[in-house]
């Protein structure tokens, strides 16, 4: 690549960025917060259910589940609900500190 075509590729980017025009291949589609944090508290859910089915199932004698599988499915379930309460932990510190800001 020569001289020239590098400085045209640069004055092209500086008159995209001053448009403020990027390239698609530039722009992400980011997910919404919102929508992550939800899809989070579904999950855990999920694994509590699972977790407590299992833990029902091999309290009535079923014999296709092993202690095991019941400890690990409750492990993971108690795992993922300690991280989204310290998701939900440090966001309402957040959100105690945006508030109390001075303005």
Not at 1 to 23: A, F, G, Y
Not at 33 to 48: C, D, G, M, P, Y
Not at 79 to 86: D, G, K
Request: glycine share 0%; no cysteine; net charge negative.
């Amino acid at each position: 690549m020569s001289t020239t075509s590098i400085e045209q590729v640069l004055n092209q980017m500086r008159v995209l960025s001053q448009n403020n025009i990027l390239p698609e291949t530039v722009t992400t589609e980011r997910p919404e917060f919102s929508k992550l944090l939800t899809e989070s508290i579904n999950q855990v859910n999920s694994l509590q259910q699972e977790a407590s089915q299992m833990k029902t199932a091999f309290e009535t004698g079923d014999s296709n589940i092993d202690i095991p599988e019941v400890m690990v499915a409750v492990q993971k379930a108690s795992l993922s609900f300690q991280a989204v309460t310290e998701v939900r932990n440090k966001l309402l510190t957040a959100y105690q500190e945006v508030m109390n800001m001075q303005v």
